[in-house]
């Protein structure tokens, strides 16, 4: 099957900026982002200036856009971090949104080549998903690939894909007692195959470096999950693992897929991962919660729309989770409030 030819303005790049010079990530990023249009949100923590060269197509979204859009009383609740990203989801009116954070730069392919992350994620979401049947060849709508021996032709027609998740080299994405423990390990393998994750499994997305179909499951990607104790780097945070879990529930409600593999990026250091244990810690044991309860969610009928799976989860997590530990009660109020701000946002134009 061809994959479908997208014009470069029916996509978005968001990047969530929690370092103020941007300069060399901008450079590095040139040959692929320059071409697109760019939504850069500064963390509504980050007190210095934002550096960002020119030459580029962008809109920088700092506290007080935050402030005007969602009100100062939940900018620092919901966007601190690189929870920022999620504002810039809110904002774009794009298709095609890929997310990319500022500790991530161009990597490169087993012949030495940069990945084009860009058209990467967009072939994954502009050819179908198999997530009813598993394909031993990996993605079979890959040039070269197919499918194998005894796959039912009544399903090889594949749904849409919603969301590719990409994966990177060097720093790979540990829990903190792992990294603790195998501080000197390092991804070094890159693998080139694209895979559908199978309908009813559930899977830790990582912010990082992704891609989604803004129309099909926009609404499903949101901060809702903040520890009592959470702080900025990736070991101290679960809000984009409990992000990845219900817009894989939304996914597989609607009959959408979901893809894992390349593209790659090369991910740089940053943070302490014995220090972020202290942090990261109670979300570790909620994970023993919480995989249980997603994997036996089913939504109704009546749930038709990425709005109103959200909206129906959440009632499902305050009534199941809720009574375990109040940082789920908070999460559905989350939920909820935040397809509010979903639908409030849309109705508005984005800056030009």
């Known amino acids: 099957m061809a994959q479908v030819s997208i014009p470069d303005s029916e996509v978005d790049i968001v990047i969530g900026a929690v370092q103020s010079d941007l300069a060399s990530f901008m450079e590095e990023w040139r040959p692929i982002f320059s071409r697109y ?33 969602v009100g100062s009383s939940s900018t620092t609740v919901l966007f601190s971090g690189y929870s920022c990203r999620y504002f810039g989801y809110l904002m ?17 392919d087993n012949k030495g080549d940069i990945i084009d992350i860009v058209a990467q994620h967009v072939s994954n979401l502009t050819t179908p998903a198999t997530p ?39 720093l790979a994405d540990y829990d903190a007692p792992t990294q603790a423990l195998k501080p000197g390990h390092r991804n070094s393998r890159y ?19 992704i891609g989604f179909d803004r129309e099909l499951v926009g609404p499903a990607l949101f901060p809702a999950m903040r520890l009592a104790a959470e702080g900025k780097f990736r070991w101290e945070t ?27 990026v090369w991910r740089e250091e940053r943070g302490d991962a014995v220090e972020s244990l202290k ?7 909620l994970m023993e919660e919480v995989v249980p309860f997603f ?36 999460a559905a109020d989350a939920m909820v409030n935040w397809i509010k701000l979903w639908k409030v946002a849309g109705t508005r134009s984005a800056v030009a």
């Not at 709508?141 to 039912?152: H, L, M, Q, S, T």
């Open 37 to 69: 249009h760019l939504i850069i949100v500064k963390d509504p923590d980050l007190k210095d200036e934002l550096k960002v060269p020119g030459g580029f197509n962008v809109n920088v979204y700092t506290k007080s856009d935050i402030d005007r859009v």
């Open 92 to 108: 774009s009116r794009k298709k095609y949104i890929i997310s990319v954070d500022d500790d991530c730069f161009p990597a490169r």
């Open 132 to 170: 009813f049947f598993f394909n031993t060849l990996y993605d079979p709508y890959r040039k070269g690939a197919d499918f194998v021996r005894g796959y039912p032709f009544s399903l090889r027609h594949g749904v849409s894909c919603a969301l590719s998740c990409g994966l990177w080299l060097n």
């Open 191 to 209: 693998v080139d195959a694209v895979l559908t994750v199978p309908a009813r499994t559930m899977m830790p997305v990582s912010g990082i470096n």
């Open 238 to 264: 679960v809000e984009d693992i409990w992000c990845g879990m219900c817009v894989k529930v939304v996914c597989d409600h609607m009959g959408t897929g979901v893809k894992s593999g390349l593209p790659y």
């Open 279 to 285: 942090k990261e810690w109670e979300g570790v044991k």
């Open 295 to 330: 994997q036996s969610l089913r939504l109704s009928k009546a749930a038709v729309s990425a709005e109103e799976c959200v909206v129906e989860m959440a009632v499902a997590v305050e009534e199941r989770l809720g009574p375990v530990d109040p940082v789920f009660a908070r």
